[in-house]
C-alpha cells in the first residue's frame, strides 16, 4: 500500500507565508486533499484537487503539486491557523483505498 | 446543512464488539459514497473502510480487514461499522467521512462528523 510523508511540525511567523509538504507515490496518480483539525474537533477539508477551496476557507490557503510532492501553502498566517495539518490520496492501487500522511502541526508564532 | 452525527461508541474489552452508527441528513445520502476514518489518542488520521453509495463496492484497510464490516441502509439514511474481535489498538475516535462528489482522481472527504470514542481495555 501507499505511503504519505509529512514533516511532524512546521512553525511560521504572524503574518508570513508557509508551505506544508506531503511526498508519496500515489501523488503521482491522484491529487491530494488537505485537512486541518485543530485540538477536540473533527478534520476540516481545506484544499482539494488541483487548488479548490470548498466554500469558508479562506483564500490565504493554496495548494500544488508536483511529480510525487503535494504542498499546502498558507500566505499570510493568522493566529486561528494554528493546526495539525494532514494530507491524504488514494492509494497507487488504484482503487478505493486511501491514505493520510502523518500530519504536520503547524505553530504561528 | 450537511450532518453526520456518529454514536455508539463506549467502552469495550478485548476480543468483544461494537456497532458504530453514523445518521446522515441534509443531503441525498444515497446518491454518495461514505467512508469511516479513526484517530487513535495523540496520533494521526487512519482510513479504516469505504463504501459504495449502493453498498456494492467494500474495501478496508488491512490493520481491520476481516474483523470489521461496513454497511450502509439508504433507507434509513445511516451508515454502520461492525467491529469484532477488538484490540487495544482499535482504541480511538471513529469518524464517518462523506466523499466528496468531484473527479475521481480528486478523492476527498468533504464532510465529515464529529466522531465516537471506541476503548478497548479491560
Known amino acids: 500500500s501507499s505511503e504519505l510523508t509529512q514533516d511532524p511540525a512546521v512553525s511560521v511567523a504572524l503574518g508570513q507565508t508557509v508551505r506544508i509538504t506531503c511526498q508519496g507515490d500515489?501523488?503521482?496518480?491522484?491529487?491530494a486533499s488537505w485537512y486541518q483539525q485543530k485540538p477536540g474537533q473533527a478534520p476540516v477539508l481545506v484544499i482539494y484537487?488541483?487548488?479548490n477551496r470548498p466554500s469558508g476557507i479562506p483564500d490565504r490557503f493554496s495548494g500544488s503539486s508536483s511529480g510525487n510532492t503535494a504542498s499546502l501553502t498558507i500566505t499570510g498566517a493568522q493566529a486561528e491557523d494554528e493546526a495539525d495539518y494532514y494530507c491524504?490520496?488514494?492509494?497507487?492501487?488504484?482503487?478505493?483505498?486511501?491514505?493520510f500522511g502523518g500530519g504536520t502541526k503547524l505553530t504561528v508564532l | 446543512e450537511v450532518q453526520l452525527v456518529e454514536s455508539g461508541g463506549g467502552l469495550v474489552q478485548p476480543g468483544g464488539s461494537l456497532r458504530l452508527s453514523c445518521a446522515a441528513s441534509?443531503?441525498?445520502?444515497?446518491?454518495?459514497?461514505m467512508n469511516w476514518v479513526r484517530q487513535a489518542p495523540g496520533k494521526g488520521l487512519e482510513w479504516v473502510s469505504y463504501?459504495?453509495?449502493?453498498?456494492?463496492?467494500?474495501y478496508y484497510a488491512d490493520s481491520v480487514k476481516g474483523r470489521f464490516t461496513i454497511s450502509r441502509d439508504n433507507a434509513k439514511n445511516s451508515l454502520y461499522l461492525q467491529m469484532n474481535s477488538l484490540r487495544a489498538e482499535d482504541t480511538a475516535v471513529y469518524y464517518c467521512?462523506?466523499?466528496?462528489?468531484?473527479?475521481?482522481?480528486?478523492?476527498?472527504?468533504?464532510?465529515w462528523g464529529q466522531g465516537t470514542l471506541v476503548t478497548v481495555s479491560s
Open positions: 467521512a462523506r466523499d466528496g462528489d468531484g473527479d475521481y482522481v480528486e478523492g476527498y472527504f468533504d464532510y
Open positions: 441534509g443531503f441525498t445520502f444515497s446518491s454518495y459514497e
Open positions: 463504501i459504495s453509495s449502493s453498498g456494492s463496492t467494500i
Open positions: 500515489s501523488l503521482r496518480s491522484y491529487y
Open positions: 484537487g488541483k487548488n
Open positions: 491524504n490520496s488514494r492509494d497507487s492501487s488504484g482503487n478505493h483505498l486511501r491514505v
